[in-house]
């Protein structure tokens, strides 16, 4: 029996303070995204879900050290998760810290079906800056363009472009990476310099404005797989057209 492929999600914004209301906001986009999900368990130390019938007061009760806790929709069987952790200015662009959200989840149908709309709700909760959504297998691809090897700089895998360590980037808006759908903010995409009608038709073709003014971008129609020529051949294009991205240039 094979493993179940998973969808890997992560944003990053502004830093925690106090009893921060992102974090419930952020668990609500996700709800509204996914048809009948509620993430209202929590986990016990020795991985058993617990229920939370107060789950948005023990969010903000929860808040330690820049994040919260694992919170999930309580089925082992069909596990979806979500939790916060702070990143510490030294190693985040602009020096600044930052609240990371990650998010995991079955890539099945209703999944596909709904990423864009998952992305969208917990970035804007969170009012992150950017984000992306990936299938696992490939984020781990990504991961190796920043990751730095024994002799130092990284080794990309596939061709990718090598990109900077995030605490090597000007700003927190600038994304540090591409990946499947991609959720930029407003100020994110001015950053990068998206987007440009002349050159990005194939992009909005497959792009959805937010509420708040910034964008999810979807890369390729099908889930993002390397091993896929095309797609490979997309992610590359992407990186050409946005040197701005993992620091590489100025847009």
């Known amino acids: ?46 991985g058993r879900p617990i229920a939370l019938p107060q789950r948005d007061a023990w969010l903000l ?19 979806v998760t979500v939790w916060g952790r702070a990143r510490d200015g030294l190693f985040s662009a602009g020096g600044q810290a930052q609240f990371e959200v990650h998010a995991k989840m ?12 998952v992305i969208e709700g917990l970035a804007e909760g969170a009012r992150a800056s950017w984000g992306h959504a990936t ?3 490939t984020a781990v691809d990504i991961a190796y363009q920043t990751a730095p090897t024994l002799e130092g700089p990284p080794s990309p895998r596939r061709g990718l472009p090598a990109l900077k360590l995030f605490e090597h980037i000007r700003s927190p808006e600038i994304p540090y990476y591409l990946g499947w759908l991609n959720y930029w903010s407003a100020a994110a995409a001015q950053a990068i310099g998206f987007p440009d009608p002349a050159r990005d038709a194939d992009l909005l073709s497959r792009a959805r ?3 708040s003014g910034g964008w999810v ?21 992407a990186y050409e057209r946005f040197p701005a991205i993992g620091g590489r240039s100025a847009p």
């Open 1 to 46: 029996m094979t493993a179940r492929r998973k969808l890997a999600v992560i944003v990053y914004a502004p830093a925690l303070v106090g009893k921060d209301r992102r974090t419930a906001d952020c668990v609500h986009g996700m709800e509204r995204a996914l048809p009948g999900l509620r993430l209202d368990w929590r986990l016990s130390k020795g």
């Open 61 to 79: 009760d929860s808040i330690e050290d820049g994040g919260f806790p694992i919170v999930c929709n309580g089925d082992l069987r069909y596990p």
């Open 106 to 117: 079955p890539l099945d149908e209703p999944v596909i079906a709904s990423a864009a709309a």
């Open 135 to 137: 299938p696992y297998d």
């Open 209 to 211: 404005r937010t509420e």
């Open 217 to 237: 971008v979807q890369l390729t129609d099908a889930p993002l797989d390397l091993d896929t020529p095309a797609h490979l051949d997309a992610l590359l294009r």
